[in-house]
């Protein structure tokens, strides 16, 4: 049974920086790829960042902010945010799927969610 968790999620103000992680498992964690997505109130949820083995993407909105990162010993993904912004405010998601097939933004690829974490950037 596969399962992630997502932590670091907090409120923060607006040019600070959170680290946000997802511990996996239940999944052979070297091999998936894994992406990062929020959803704001009254918005579609978003892909924001991706990690495919060695190869990482972003959203143009969080590119050159935002990192991500993986410890295949600790099964676990990192999203750094720096220079965070009232707009960045969402419930943050992490996700896997075992194939890396498709593109990293795309939702319905993805087979296994996180339940969220909040992360509120206040001005």
Known sequence: QVQLVESG?????AGGSLRLSCSA???TFSTV???WFRQA???EREGVAGASGPWTYYADSVKGRFTTSRDNA????YL???SLTPEDTAMYYCA???TYSGSW???????????????TVSS
């Open 9 to 13: 999620g907090d409120s923060v103000q």
């Open 41 to 43: 109130p009254g918005k």
């Open 96 to 98: 896997a799927v075992t």
């Open 33 to 35: 790829r894994m992406g």
């Open 80 to 82: 750094q945010m720096s």
């Open 25 to 27: 498992s239940g999944v």
């Open 74 to 77: 600790k099964n676990t993904v």
């Open 105 to 119: 933004s795309d939702l319905g690829r993805y087979k296994y969610w996180g339940q969220g974490t909040q992360v």
